[in-house]
């Protein structure tokens, strides 16, 4: 049981539920963030509420040039080194759209089921920011590219489909760079355009998300997709995929949507959920308190775990969009559509189906597997060298995975360890070069070298004691040395047996062969 303490009130957990001091009538503050998943149905709540969420995600394209110029899109060059009078937006120049881009946003809507339009427009969207030097903001408004899509996401077993509201084609404003420890004074800020002109989708949701965790599924969904689609390299670290989120709370039942706030600039899926947790607290706690939800556009601080007021949300007419009257219309033929549609690779779905028909896997293995294109590459190169695909599976979905998760290394891509480490590492445990156990050790041990494991286990001395007779003598050993566990034992303390196997590993620095430990163990026991 965990208790956590807000001022005078006690609130623990118990039982997989909330629960906190019968005395406090109203909903208390929910810093701990942690505590919000059970904070559906709280006693003292007046009403039952549900969430109303919606998201618009950003994501830039995996074009060489920008959208409107042939400036490079290359991350982290040296500061306005990418840009020209086009992405500065001098005057007297004219933006010529990138095909590709084109293309990058027909492939991504007929993925995402939408309808395509035949005739779309770009719209000037009129704002002003430093690192905006247009003052504007070309984009599509009215007549976006695609609309009326859906995205499938499972939570708890159950299937359920989101809307997709729209995508659109846009270009990405630059980057201001407040740092101090620059010029040591909090008097200066600096401006880098890169970014200026960098293609963007903006993938815009129905409001069907009705928790935090269906929301994170579905940004997991869209960003497999655009990761198979190899449309974008989806790297929240560096701004390749943003998330703002659209979220009201209403009495459950009610069809009528409650006044939203806005949620700006989340570039992680565990920020994401805990910024709609904490938020979704918040609106309950104001509503139950009397209060008034005010429309504005808030920001999440990762540090104290709160949303915090960033302005007032906008309506369209402040953007005072009008049709940028630089590009013509964008007229789409359908027989590129349909030579885009024939072009599209395997999913994440089919995959799944075809992992689970064509490996034998379960389907709880198969969608994790499939989630991620770069996963589920990397583990059909491992069956195709080990051809054992549910021992591959286990390996990829625990060991690989986790240590990943531990070094903050999200990108098997870059894992030290290959699909030829992996896959030569269990041909020596299935040859009974080593055991499971070593195993452990050589594994990561190739993480941190990047050595093949006959390498290592040459070079630790790590090969399997097989020999009986040798195993034999430690076995006899450590049973004369424990005379009393034996005793136990054969009075039928059936633990320590444990005691022995685990005795027999250490002395023999877990290199005896398990299988032969055990057998032999349990004839000189039975004596």
Known sequence: ???????????????????????????????????????????????????????????????????????????????????????????????VLNKQVVEFGIRTALAMNCTIADYSLFARKNYFYPDLPKAYQISQYELPLAQHGWIEIQVDGISKKIGVTRIHMEEDAGKSIHDENITGSKNYSFIDFNRCGVPLLEIVSEPDMRSPEEAREYLLKLKGILEYLEVSD???????????????????????????????????????????????????????????????????????????????KEEAHDYRYFPEPDLV????????????????????????????????IPEYDARVLTASKFVADYYENTVKLYPNPKVVSNWVMGDILRKLK???????????????????????????????????????????????????????????????????????????????????????KQKAFGFFVGEVMKATQGKANPQLVNKLLKEKLST
């Open 1 to 95: 049981m965990e208790v956590w303490e807000y001022g005078s009130v006690e609130v623990w957990e118990c039982g997989g539920m909330a629960v906190w001091e019968k005395s406090y009538t109203s909903v208390p503050p929910y810093p701990h963030t942690s505590i919000l998943p059970y904070f559906h149905t709280p006693p003292s709540l007046k009403m039952e509420y549900e969430a109303v969420i919606g998201l618009e995600v950003h994501t830039q394209l995996k074009t060489r040039s920008k959208i409107f110029c042939s400036c490079s899109t290359e991350f982290g060059a040296k500061p306005n080194h990418n840009t020209c009078p086009i992405c500065q937006g001098m005057p007297g120049v004219l933006p």
């Open 329 to 360: 219309p964008l007229v789409i033929d359908k027989e590129w559509i349909e030579q885009i549609r024939k072009s599209l690779p395997e999913l994440a779905d089919a995959r799944t189906a075809r992992f689970i028909s064509q490996y034998g």
């Open 406 to 492: 531990e070094h903050e290394q999200a990108d098997i891509r870059t894992c030290p360890i290959t699909p030829q480490h992996l896959a030569g590492m269990l041909k020596l445990i299935e040859e009974g070069t080593i055991s499971g156990k070593i195993a452990k050790v050589v594994f990561e041990d190739m993480y941190a070298t990047g050595k093949m494991p006959e390498e290592i286990v040459k070079e630790k001395g790590l090969i399997q004691i097989s020999d009986e007779k040798e195993v034999a003598a430690v076995v006899d050993r450590i049973i004369a040395a424990n005379p009393e566990t034996v005793a136990q034992y054969k009075a039928g």
């Open 234 to 312: 989806c790297n929240m670290e560096e701004g390749s995929l943003r998330c703002d989120a659209n979220i009201s709370v209403r009495p459950k039942g009610s069809t009528k949507l409650g006044t939203k706030t806005e949620v700006k600039n989340m570039n992680s899926f565990k920020n994401v959920q805990k910024a709609l947790e904490y938020e979704i607290a918040r609106q309950i706690q104001i509503l139950e308190e009397g209060g008034r939800i005010v429309q504005e556009t808030r920001l999440w601080d990762v540090d104290q775990g709160v949303t915090r007021p960033m302005r007032s």
